[in-house]
């Protein structure tokens, strides 16, 4: 069976691999030609997959890069993972979801099944995804299901395979179909009743994440007021088998899922005339983190940041992962140098971002800053060197300091 999997990024390409892994012929899909052409020579930073194994199944024919589609390609599953972004007034961008659709229309074969994995609010399936390319193909026989994506970059031990899928879809046949494609390559599928159930359920995963990391990060600030450890703090609620889970302060958070998704959730309860304070409360706390956390900087220095020599270990958004997409240590950045800080950052995974390149540890600074500790970074040449550092790690993990909050 021939299916192409549109959208070749973090959720896309793992898809479309896995399918190939399972005997699928999968043509992967992206308008970016330029990262077509890369895929084709085999090179991926994805966790997913080696670079020789995207050469090997393209060798046997059972992944096909393309940046066109067409009918003679016999096409009978599309699976959407494209891009949801929000817009500069945070407000869903679906301009991505919208061009697959379009796509995916002019192409597409009677009785086909097209099934969406891309993150996006509450009834997209079908008062989106469905009417637009109903009416671009007009066909009438066409089935839809929704499978969102849990990709988590750089897990160990939660990969597309062993994660539960959770699927539905707007007719019993799109059901079975979509739990027949995953089957192939997802130990573990939990049907749900309808389309709104899963693509609800995506968001309540993520704004669930959103609203306690906004609660630590208040209650910290309650701590270094009242002169005790949030560490220590949560330590001993954590003590508690049951009915508590626990989050760590940080300086905000990054990645596609937790800043995006709840204010999806906040567009799909704005549609109901609903208004979700605590989410938007959550959002904020979160978002105005890098302000709070350089006024601990300058508290901690006693003086304002003016000629400072900061350098920041790791930009990227999370451990051992290339990915910035809003990523909050690029704000911290940028009001730490709108306070006249000198910033340079060592992040040899990320290596560029727009005109800066990453540094090594510099000893000749007077503060550095671990807020992304790649594994391949050795934190023993501040360590040695005495260098004045503060942890800002939202984890438990000793790296020779102790944490900052």
């Not at 959720?11 to 892994?21: D, N």
């Not at 609203?211 to 208040?218: H, P, R, T």
């Not at 140098?337 to 390149?357: K, M």
């Amino acid at each position: 069976m021939n299916i192409c999997v549109v959208g070749q990024g973090y959720v896309g390409l793992p898809i479309s691999i896995h399918a190939a892994r399972s005997g699928f012929t999968v043509f992967a899909y992206d308008v970016d030609k330029e990262k077509i052409q890369n895929l084709i020579q085999g090179i991926s930073s994805s966790p997913e997959s080696s670079n020789e194994e995207i050469l090997r199944l393209q060798a046997d024919k059972k992944l096909i890069f393309i940046s066109n589609l067409r009918q003679d390609f016999n096409i009978s599953i599309y699976v959407i993972a494209v891009p949801t972004p929000l817009n500069e007034h945070n407000q869903p961008d679906l301009s991505y979801l919208k061009s697959a659709c379009n796509a995916i229309s002019e192409v597409i074969a009677p009785k086909s099944l097209i099934i969406n994995e891309s993150t996006s609010y509450i009834g997209t399936l079908r008062n989106l995804i469905k009417p637009i390319i109903d009416e671009k193909s007009k066909l009438t026989d066409l089935l839809y299901a929704v499978a969102p994506e849990r990709i988590d970059p750089g897990n160990h031990v939660w990969n597309l395979s062993n994660t539960p899928r959770v699927v539905s879809g707007l007719n019993e046949v799109a059901i079975e179909s979509a739990v027949k494609f995953y089957k192939k390559f997802c130990e573990h599928i939990h049907i749900v009743s309808k389309p709104e159930v899963a693509e609800a359920a995506k968001l309540i995963e993520n704004t669930f994440r959103q609203v306690n990391i906004a609660l630590i990060n208040e209650i910290s600030e309650i701590a270094v007021k009242s002169n005790f450890s949030i560490q220590d703090a949560i330590l001993a609620a954590s003590t508690k088998p049951f009915g508590f889970m626990p989050f760590y302060p940080s300086i905000g958070v990054g990645g596609h899922c937790i800043p995006v998704d709840p204010s999806y959730l906040i567009y799909s309860a704005n549609q109901v005339n609903i208004e979700s304070k605590l989410i938007e409360f959550a959002n904020i706390i979160n978002l105005d983190r890098p302000k709070v956390v350089i006024n601990l900087i300058e508290n901690y220095l006693g003086a304002p940041l003016i000629g400072k020599r900061i350098q920041v270990v790791g930009i990227s958004y999370k451990i051992d992962v290339s990915d910035i997409r809003e990523s909050p240590v690029l704000a911290l950045i940028h009001l730490m140098r709108s306070r006249g800080a000198q910033v340079t950052w060592c992040d040899p995974i990320v290596g560029r971002y727009l005109n800066e390149t990453s540094s090594k540890l510099d000893l000749n600074i007077d503060l550095g800053l671990i807020i992304t500790p790649h594994s391949c970074i050795d934190l023993s040449v501040w360590k040695n060197a005495g260098t004045n550092v503060l942890d800002l790690v939202p984890n438990t993990i000793n790296y020779g300091w102790d944490k900052f909050f």
